[in-house]
């Protein structure tokens, strides 16, 4: 393993831990305000080609990391899918 991909994969795996904060703090909130959808919609498809482009460069550990990022980033879509109008109904007992 070589030092670049030490410290790129590094960052990959540091980002994930930090979009999972995101997915966090949505969870907590239930509500998505001032970020775009589409944006992180690229960051998924970027993901996806890194998945592609690592192996091509022998760099195993940004691949790792690569699969960490792009996966924490389609769970931060999908949950801003889920709450972009706010919290879901909750049904009353009658």
């Not at 001032?34 to 195993?60: C, D, E, K, R």
Request: with cysteine.
């Amino acid at each position: 393993m070589q030092v670049p991909d030490l410290i790129n994969g590094g960052f990959e795996i540091f980002s994930s831990i930090m979009v999972l904060n995101h997915c966090r703090v949505l969870l907590k909130d239930k509500s998505v305000r001032g970020v775009s959808i589409v944006s992180n919609m690229f960051f998924v498809a970027w993901g996806g080609w890194n998945l592609y482009y690592y192996p091509h460069l022998g760099q195993t550990l940004s691949f790792y990391g690569g699969i960490a990022i792009m996966l924490a980033n389609a769970l931060w879509v999908g949950l801003m899918f889920r709450y972009r109008r706010g919290p879901l109904p909750t049904l009353q007992a009658t």
